[in-house]
């Protein structure tokens, strides 16, 4: 067993991982994400494993196929849920902060998709974690969370079968299970030290603590005997989430009154916002957001939208666009899913002979046709809501 002077230095390790992407010229933390992201130097820095073998069921979707989703931990375990038809769990939460946007989307895929194969989807709304640290007023929270966030996800697709949607703040009406998920964040902070909390994540208040032990508690709380009991776990983030799971899952293996199987994780790259920097809910001319009127899309790429296009027409001919910094183009590799379409819009930019107007308009119609049908689901999704709501 490790010592927990060897974990420290393997989190001090891990903050200077973090010194030396600064070095390289971006920056992936909890808090901060800046740059042009080295996705292999992040799987080297951070210690996660790249895909062996992929599920069958898993092999088209668009997230998998095009490596949007990049690394794992132990995904393996889920790979075998899947493939067996065994139950698992999947777990993720949202902040409630401002408008749920096409970044959230993609996580949001990911829920309906694990669902769709059997997976008891959890989803913690960090209503605790917002008031400790952006937002004091709890039913302002909640109603973003509703409107913005859950809406939305039945929109996409979520279902209230095999879905347990919670805020922080009240984990539950039956008292058992709430009084099950806060003894266990308790818990946590015993066998948690200041020093990881400080390697991990710098200088923290007492109150951003707290919240990383219940984020922990959201994370293995489902496998408390009050809800599913032990069972595989998979949590897809972001990988400036890593901490908050690196942590959760060393923490969770030195509790002995529990026998809980250790968490499984994918981490996806970032959707890159409208100005090619990270897309930001705070933001609004780096997003869009999922409630936006269709008719505004158009408006919105022209004005905002990054290209990688040649300053003039006869530049652009000659010497051809860059593809893999164009937002236009990198939101078509999520919205198109005709690989040999999408194969030839690349070409074609590159070589010159699409320009960056026709390749706007692309990406135009595509993102205003998906948010005419969303529109009408989330109308009727509003209907829906209360069917979530029982927990």
């Known amino acids: 067993m490790m010592s927990n002077k060897t974990k420290l230095h393997k989190y001090i390790k891990n903050y200077s991982n973090i010194i030396s992407m600064v070095k390289d010229g971006f920056v992936v933390t909890p808090w901060e994400v800046q740059g042009n992201i080295d996705y292999s130097k992040l799987i080297k820095e951070f210690g996660l494993e790249e895909f062996k073998k992929i599920p069958k069921a898993l092999q088209d979707n668009v997230l998998f196929k095009r490596k949007y989703i990049f690394a794992n931990r132990d995904f393996s375990r889920i790979s075998d849920c899947i493939e067996k038809k065994k139950p698992f769990v999947m777990m993720t939460g949202l902040m409630p902060s401002g408008n749920m946007h096409f970044g959230h989307k993609l996580l949001a895929d990911q829920m309906i998709l694990y669902q769709n194969l059997g997976a008891k989807v959890y989803i913690a709304v960090a209503d605790t974690e917002a008031y400790n640290s952006r937002n004091t007023n709890i039913e302002e929270l909640r109603k973003i969370a509703i409107d913005q966030y859950l809406i939305n996800y039945i929109a996409l697709g979520l279902k209230p079968k095999n879905c347990d949607f919670y805020f922080q703040s009240s984990r539950s009406k039956d008292g058992k299970k709430a009084s099950a998920y806060y003894t266990l964040a308790n818990r946590l902070a015993r066998h948690a030290t200041f020093n990881e909390f400080r390697a991990v994540y710098g200088e923290i208040s007492p109150g951003k603590m707290a919240s990383s032990l219940l984020q922990a508690s959201d994370m293995l709380h489902p496998q408390l005997n009050e809800f599913e009991g032990p069972i595989p776990t998979i949590i897809p983030v972001g990988s400036d989430q890593d ?121 135009i119609e595509k993102i205003s046709s998906f948010l005419k049908v969303h529109s009408k689901e989330r109308e009727k999704a509003k209907k829906q809501v209360d069917k979530f709501l029982k927990n």
């Open 243 to 363: 901490p908050h799971i690196r942590l959760a899952r060393d923490i969770s293996q030195r509790i002995k009154t529990n026998n809980f199987i250790q968490i499984s994780s994918t981490y996806h790259r970032f959707l890159p916002g409208l100005n090619g920097g990270k897309m930001s809910s705070s933001d609004p001319t780096s997003h869009i957001a999922l409630s936006e009127d269709p008719e505004n899309i158009k408006k919105i790429i022209n004005k905002y939208a990054f290209s990688g296009g040649q300053p003039t027409l006869e530049e652009h001919r000659k010497k051809g666009g860059n593809p893999d910094i164009d937002v236009s183009y990198q939101y078509l590799t999520y919205m198109e899913e005709d690989d040999k379409k999408l194969a030839k819009i690349y070409n074609d930019y590159k070589s010159g002979a699409l320009l960056s107007g026709e390749l706007k308009a692309l990406a």
